[in-house]
């Protein structure tokens, strides 16, 4: 039997209010988006994938890799080596806030810029190259396909990225990074700027769903203790100073990125994402927020409802 979900997803698509907002342009390549692209993408964790709109543009996957960085350096380094050097206390302040806690140095949590730097810096391996190379190899296994790097964008970001190199060297001066900072950011916005399409993120975000569990090769990718450590962290930190709005309302953890997609996770159920480049004031995906909202009530999938 045809499955409904293809037709309830032009309709979602259908239904969105024109995109308002402005797309990012604090890394100047970013704003060359079109800006009214919109995706939707389903996946469940037994493969099914189902789409909608521009499901296969390339963008850069920006704050939506650091999730999934988090879980290669615990993967790497052990959860209690990982949170001696970056907490997961929800900020509540925007991603590029530069603070890091009073005592111990630490980045509040691994979503903002400054958990992110540093969790970047403790992926295994024997330089900067071998590092990257293992981030892109995950994301590529995570994805299903052969990814890769923006070049344009990540340019782009290098040349202007004075905040990001003010959180790493601060980093390095207070010693809760060992790593040189200036090549832990060239790193860093590397990663950001691996090239994804909404499809990718939807595969993602299902492995997250299904425990670790690649969806389509059936492989497992994470360690189930790994995920439970991401999608936690997602859910208290991911949507940044609008984390409790989102957990409220939408109630699926979930991961934003300044290009304009949305990931989200529901353990056991359903990974999902959404583009549409049009940001509002926290970073996210006007429409983006929009969609999520409409599947999460349509489809009931909001973490804290009853059955
Ligand atoms: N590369 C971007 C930055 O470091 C990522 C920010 C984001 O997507 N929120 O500023």
Redesign the pocket.
Known sequence: MRSPIPDYLQEVLAACAPATGAVAD??PELAAADPDRLAICIATPDGAVYTAGDTDVEFTI???SKPFVYALAIADLGLKGVLAKVDVEPSGEA??VISLEEESGRPENPMI?AGAILTHSLVRGADDEERFERILEMFSKLAGRELSVDEEVFAS?WST?H??LAMGHMLKAVGVMEADPVRVVRG??RQ?AIKVTCRDLAVMAATLAGGGVHPVSGERLLSREVTRQALSVMTTCGMYDAAGDWVTTVGIPAK????GGILGALPGQVGLAVFSPRLDVH?HSVRGVEVFGRLSADMGLHMMDVA
């Open positions: 604090y890394i920006q704050s939506m991603f590029n810029n970001e990225t905040r990001n860093y916005v950001c934003s990125g300044v290009s970073g």
